[in-house]
DNA sequence: GCTGACAAGAATGTCGACAGTCCTGCGCTA
DNA sequence: TAGCGCAGGACTGTCGACATTCTTGTCAGC
């Protein structure tokens, strides 16, 4: 199995819920389940890490993030400067391929959620964003930004208070034609309530701290 | 050798030119530099890639990371919206330990200008900020700091203009006053400020390419 | 009953070797 | 001579085994 896989599924597991935050990743149970080396494990486990997915605790092992409820604002609050300053730099430059390629990423997303099918639109969600990262050419605001849509994706898996995801598609609709038609106040606005929206949809009022044991999670 | 201790000695050697941008790193190289397995160097790689010190290329191995002029400018524009954020949730929260660790800091600085240790100096600076964000206790915050401080390094061993670094010492005491003066407005103003005088000092008008090859650079 | 040291177990950290992949350069062909 | 294909080499990717470290449970001593 491709390593890009593993960290998918385990993505997929934890963005499910069926590792909740707290939860430990044992390498040699996660090469049996995989069937593979503890190798690969290892090195998908410190990319799930930098992505701030799992913490990894030197001679202790690796369990699934815990963010708090302080860290999700920070989390949203770096995001929309960050994607503010994407959002900037591509006001009016987006080429009509790029366009398309977004428009059809909103496409997808639009389906996910009339499928039901909430792992893949939260990922097709931080999918938009971090494409249109990839746009402005900038390996850091990739790098800084992959990082924290990651992170988002693990909050809204712990903290999410609904079911509907209405808002992201019709926005991230009305970011792209706002970046087409090259008006840079009405681009930061779009962008900053959406970010907002997003962070208002979470229950950001108690800690969630559960923790389960990680055994026939991954059917294999 | 321990792995932190061969991670600073790479950092050392970007920091201080030896290994300029584009330098390739390969594995077996270095292990036979520093006398440890491969494995070791891999995830001394794998952690240097995450902090944006080096570019890590599937199946094609590692190199020094060439940051161009504008990836230099949106780390400086990053930075300053995340300082300012560590700096507002401090104001008026530290404590006299806190105050006192981060004077200290500021001393060891100063000793380190007055010896004239480029490299120590820009590692003070950093730890300095880095300290800042380590007294939120915002994981997030700490890991976003860390990877932008740490190219703040590389682009500053990269783009510096001049030798000097005098407002360091001076700007970093009167951030750690401003603090505990607890006068918010103040703070980030002298913290915005402070970022932009780091930037300022650098050349950031053309492209810097230079390539060296890597041998005998690790005196051992 | 409580504290401390010690030993057994379990999990990570590390190593050496092999497998897989990409690039390079040579040689063949038109 | 230019272009294509192939073989060789170099390097990364992966594996299994061993060393190290941390935790946990036990037991003697007070």
Redesign the interface.
């Known amino acids: 199995m491709d390593s890009s896989e593993i960290a998918e599924r385990i993505w997929l597991a934890i963005a499910q819920g069926r590792l909740a935050p707290g939860a430990r990743l044992k390498e040699e149970e996660l090469a049996e389940s995989f069937e593979v080396g503890r ?1 690969r494990i290892r ?1 998908v486990l ?1 990319q799930l890490s ?1 992505e ?1 997915l799992v913490d990894i605790i030197p001679n202790k092992g690796a369990q699934v993030a815990a ?1 708090g409820v ?2 999700a604002r ?2 949203f ?2 995001r929309s ?2 994607e503010t ?1 994407v959002a900037a730099q591509l006001t009016g430059q987006l080429t009509p391929q790029a366009a398309d390629d977004l428009r059809d990423i909103v496409r997808r997303e639009r389906e996910a959620i009339a499928d039901g099918h909430l792992a893949d639109v939260i990922r097709l969600s931080g999918l938009f964003h971090l494409k249109l990262a990839e746009l402005t ?5 990739q ?2 930004l992959r ?2 849509i990651s ?1 988002s994706s693990l909050i809204t898996a712990v903290y999410r208070d609904t079911g509907y995801f209405n808002c992201g598609p019709d926005e991230h609709d009305a970011i792209v034609e706002a970046l087409m038609g090259g008006n840079e106040d009405e681009v930061l606005r779009l962008v900053s309530e959406h970010i907002e929206h997003l962070r208002a949809d979470l229950n950001l009022t108690s800690e969630q701290q559960p923790v389960k044991n990680l055994r026939d999670i991954f059917e294999l």
């Open positions: 190798a090195s410190l930098r701030g963010p302080q860290e920070d989390v609050y770096l400067t960050v300053r050419g900038s390996s850091v605001l790098s800084i990082d924290l992170r």
